[in-house]
């Protein structure tokens, strides 16, 4: 049996995310799998790194299956690029050891939020990117970048309730990028809770838009509380970036 | 009376393109007027710098319009951006001298395509790009765009049938930018005929492509007909970038 690695691109704007749901429809993995029982007549669960939530899109989602398929990799990235919906991508498709899992082998990711900064919106940025009209302090939300920069226990930056899994993460890279209007804001972790990056960002527009100030985010670390945290940012101006693995193939 | 001068990206993704036609409801110059109507309760007509075809979409279109109403410029935006819908925003409002006329002061145009060149499809570029999966040769490209520049009858460029306007224009400026996957030629010149810019496009990816030599340029202008020419690029990789007026007021 073969086991491929698939690197995926997605606009998410019209699915439910990626983790199938009933009505698979409606989700990435759903999707996929559908392509894959066209191709293959195969009935197979495919293996994603993660969930990304509705709404959310892509550049690098990586997941992986099993197949007696004979098909060329080169093959199959032809038949998915044909059949798949245009907001889905198969960028790669590679033959890989049998042990390798998109999701526990998985040893970090890379995420992007975007955020159009401007009193005027974007006919073009608005799918893309979360509209926040008001000036931003850039200075105050990079004091509070290097405070979540590091290990900590995020509970109190995610959409958990309270769970006996560890919810310590390590943040090793976070930058906000600016080009014209736009902001970009780069993660680079070993993993992240639900919700953790859209937390994360609308806690430090609140920071720039005066709000709150960078110390809330000690605040949320010492009280482990959500309700220190700022609003959620929308699903709409993530893209999981990259997943990235040790370089075991 | 007030002369407006307005400054409009549209995604023309929905749109039949810029002219009113009967049906309001899909042409970029319907919605606008529609909203200039709840905004001042005059019936008007927008003038225009020139048509964009349907699908394709602008970052800085102008268009101008009359006006009795006492709002001021930056309450007409914030009136247009909350009721337009969101793939038309108005960028700016300015009043203007009462001679201005958006179609017979405007002096230039600057267009850009863009081309999606990887045999990959992307799930982002593929509404604002033309996906080109073939390798093409730059230089053979280049070779024909210095044909291109300069003052021609581009009626073979066109999609017009005999004409007595004349249809001589003059190109300054046709440059092709390589980033990536992503081909962007930009176009300035005095004027475009209608589809000019599309077909020219579609020209330089058969000489690319190696369908067509980089003298096939000189074929057009010497016997003026469509035929000689490539096909028409599609309408969603083209951008209005921006008009050029004199530096009246």
């Known amino acids: 049996m073969k086991n491929i690695k698939l690197t995926i691109e997605y606009d998410g704007k019209r699915y439910l995310g990626w983790q199938r749901l009933g009505n698979s429809e409606k989700t990435i993995q759903g999707k996929i799998e559908q392509i894959i029982t066209q191709m293959t007549g195969e009935k197979i669960e495919i293996v ?5 939530d509705g709404g959310t899109h892509a550049k690098g989602q990586v997941a992986n299956f099993k197949t007696n398929s004979p098909l060329s990799t080169q093959e199959m990235i032809e038949f998915f690029n044909r059949y798949l919906p245009k907001d889905i991508v198969v960028k790669k498709a590679e033959e890989v050891s049998e042990r390798f899992h998109a999701r526990y082998n998985a040893v970090g990711k890379r995420y992007s939020y975007h955020v159009w900064n401007n009193p005027i919106p974007s006919a073009f940025e608005r799918q893309y990117s979360f509209h926040h009209p008001q000036q931003l302090d850039l200075d105050k939300m990079n004091q509070a970048c290097q405070k979540l920069i590091g290990t900590h226990d ?7 309730k309270k769970t006996k899994k560890s919810t310590v993460r390590t943040i090793n890279e976070l ?4 080009e014209g209007s736009l902001l970009q804001f780069t993660f680079v972790g070993d993993g992240f809770l639900h919700k953790m990056v859209r937390i994360i960002v609308g806690t430090l527009l609140e920071i720039g838009a005066g709000r709150l100030a960078p110390t809330a985010i000690d605040d949320v670390f010492n009280h482990k509380l959500r309700e220190h945290a ?3 940012a929308p699903a709409h101006g993530l893209f999981l970036e990259e997943v990235f693995y040790k370089s075991q193939k």
Chains 1, 2 share one sequence.
């Not at 995020?154 to 958990?160: D, K, M, N, R, Y």
């Not at 930058?175 to 600016?178: C, D, K, L, N, V």
């Open 175 to 178: 930058t906000i990028h600016q």
């Open 154 to 160: 995020f509970i109190g930056f995610s959409a958990l």
């Open 48 to 52: 994603g790194s993660g969930r990304t």
């Open 230 to 232: 700022g609003e959620t």
